[in-house]
C-alpha cells in the first residue's frame, strides 16, 4: 500500500526516526535507497533497517543491489533498466526474493512481468526531484498499466505527495511509493496517514 523510499541524506530527521515514523503512518514496505554506499556499508545499513522493520511485519526492499538484498535477509530487491536484468536475478535469487522492476511504459511494463517481476513501479508520475530528468508518464500510463496487468503489483511513483493520490487512486491506483514527501517531512507519520487515508477513502467509495 506504501512503500517509502529512504535514502539517509534526504532525511530531515535521523533515518531510523524517519523509518519508524513511516510506519507509524502506514507504511508496510521501506525501500533502501543508497547508491553511493560500499557494499559492507550497505548491507550493515539493510540489516539495520530490517532490525527496525521485521518486527512490525513491515518489508524491506533493497534499492538495485541483489548481492545486498541477500546478504541482508532483505524481503526484495528493486531494480532499475540499467540494472542486473530481471531474468538474471530470478535465477540468482530463486523465490527467496521479491523482485520489483521500474517501468516507464507499457513495453517496459511487459518486458519485466514476462521475465519474473513480482510487481512493477509505475512511473513517474508526476515531476520528481529523485529522478529531475525523467519526464512524468502521468495517470495514463497508470491508467494502462492497471488495465493490462490487472493481477501484478504496482507502486505508483513519482511525485506524489498527499492531495495527488486521489486521482491516483481513481485512475486504479492499489499501492505508492514516496521518498522525499516523507523523508523531508517534519512530521513523517503524519505525511504517511494522509497518504494511505487519501488511498483508502477512494478505494472505499
Not at 52 to 58: S, W
Not at 90 to 100: C, D, E, K, P, V
Not at 149 to 177: D, E, K, T, W
Not at 181 to 197: E, L
Amino acid at each position: 500500500r506504501l512503500c517509502v523510499l529512504v535514502t539517509r541524506a534526504l532525511c530531515r530527521h535521523p533515518w531510523d526516526e524517519v523509518v519508524s515514523r513511516a510506519i507509524d503512518g502506514g507504511a508496510d514496505a521501506i525501500q533502501v535507497r543508497e547508491k553511493d554506499l560500499p557494499a559492507r556499508e550497505l548491507v550493515a545499513h539493510a540489516r539495520a533497517v530490517r532490525a527496525i522493520c521485521a518486527p512490525r511485519g513491515v518489508a524491506v526492499i533493497v534499492n538495485d543491489r541483489l548481492d545486498v538484498a541477500l546478504a541482508s535477509g532483505a524481503d526484495g530487491v528493486h531494480l532499475g533498466t540499467e540494472d542486473l536484468p530481471i531474468a538474471e536475478a530470478r535465477r540468482i535469487a530463486g523465490t527467496s526474493l521479491r523482485i520489483g522492476a521500474s517501468t516507464h511504459s507499457l513495453a517496459e511494463a511487459r518486458a519485466a512481468v514476462d521475465a519474473g517481476a513480482d510487481h512493477c513501479g509505475v512511473g513517474a508520475m508526476y515531476a520528481s526531484g529523485l529522478k529531475p530528468g525523467l519526464a512524468p508518464s502521468g495517470e495514463a500510463y497508470l491508467r494502462a498499466f492497471v488495465a493490462e496487468f490487472p493481477q501484478i503489483p504496482h507502486l505508483a511513483i513519482g511525485g506524489i505527495a498527499p492531495g495527488r493520490v486521489a486521482a491516483l487512486a481513481r485512475a486504479g491506483c492499489r499501492g505508492i511509493a514516496v521518498s522525499s514527501a516523507i523523508c523531508g517531512a517534519d512530521d513523517p507519520a503524519a505525511v504517511a496517514r494522509a497518504i494511505c487515508a487519501e488511498l483508502a477513502a477512494e478505494q472505499a467509495s
